[in-house]
């Protein structure tokens, strides 16, 4: 009986080790890091205000382990003014990794140090990426301190630019213009980043379908997403946002190139603001059941002594 448990271990141990060879084959023909060779390597960029420390960091975060795999530039406060008409004088520190995809395979963005990337969230570059044209890549963000995240922008336009896209300095201007505003609206009372994605996101979708052909139509849009979302902004704050759709609207974008991905972009904010609410639920639940408990408490003593 020992013998034959025995024969059966070593067969197990000998099957055991054809599989984990038959592993390690499959990770060796591992084609994650391979170079698309019609768009070439990936392009990271890193803001020229890094420290050499700093720009070490930044690589290990975008997991730039080996240069030679990488094309690697500098953001400039030239190209910010080259971009976005930005300004000469701002600071760049947060960086980016682009890799280029096939026409369809859509936009993702993944910001690898949400900590330190303070005012813009992943869905918020997806959708100035989308206005200034930018449908096909695969974009990592990360800086090493703390910055409101603008300047990535600027670094992606930059790689897409190197990698041989083409860009148009108007979509461009007015994507940063977007972003600008869609952080500037999460500051507000009763807003936050995902209310105000959503709201730009469902614009954009109703601008798709509807094709508003004057600056009335682009209103009544408006209009009709901040009632169906229930926000309330300003006279001010609500012409800033028709004075941006109406740009978009004058530079003709055809967001029925992109309609999936505005869908999928509201379908990530939805489950978002649900996951908030759903955890709001649950904190609320707690705080109940200790207010109902020490009720109770009161009650008994008061009860014991009064």
Do not use: C
């Amino acid at each position: 009986m020992l013998k034959r448990i025995s024969k059966i271990v070593l067969i197990a141990v000998f099957l055991l080790g054809i599989g984990m060879n038959s592993v390690a084959k499959a990770s060796s023909n591992d084609n994650s890091d391979s170079i698309n060779e019609k768009f070439g390597a990936p392009i990271v960029v890193y803001g020229e205000k890094l420290s050499p420390a700093q720009k070490a960091k930044t690589k290990e975060l975008l997991g730039v382990t080996d240069s030679s795999q990488v094309n690697e530039i500098t953001v400039t406060v030239n190209d910010l003014v080259k971009y976005i008409n930005g300004d000469p004088h701002s600071n760049l520190y947060s960086s980016a990794k682009i890799t280029r995809k096939e026409k369809g395979q859509g936009i993702s963005v993944s910001i690898v140090t949400p900590e330190n990337i303070t005012e813009v969230t992943d869905e918020m570059y997806a959708n100035a990426l989308l206005t200034a044209g930018i449908e096909d890549a695969s974009v990592e963000v990360a800086s090493p301190v703390k910055v409101s995240g603008h300047s990535a922008l600027v670094g992606i336009y930059k790689a897409y630019d190197k990698s041989g896209g083409d860009l148009n300095k108007d979509r461009m201007e007015v994507a940063n213009e977007e972003l600008g505003l869609a952080t500037e609206l999460a500051k507000k009372d009763g807003m936050d980043q995902e209310k105000v994605t959503q709201l730009l996101t469902e614009i954009k979708q109703e601008i798709a379908n509807q094709k508003p052909a004057t600056k009335e139509d682009i209103e009544k849009i408006i209009d009709e997403k901040l009632k169906s979302l229930k926000i309330e902004l300003s006279p001010e704050d609500r012409a800033l946002l028709v004075k941006l759709f109406d740009k978009m609207r004058n530079l003709d974008i055809n967001f029925d190139n992109v309609k999936k991905q505005l869908g999928d972009i509201t379908s990530d904010i939805k489950k978002k603001l649900e996951d908030v609410a759903g955890d709001k639920g649950f904190w609320q639940g707690v705080a109940d059941f200790f207010k109902k408990m020490f009720q109770a408490i009161a009650d008994f003593f008061g009860n014991l002594f009064g």
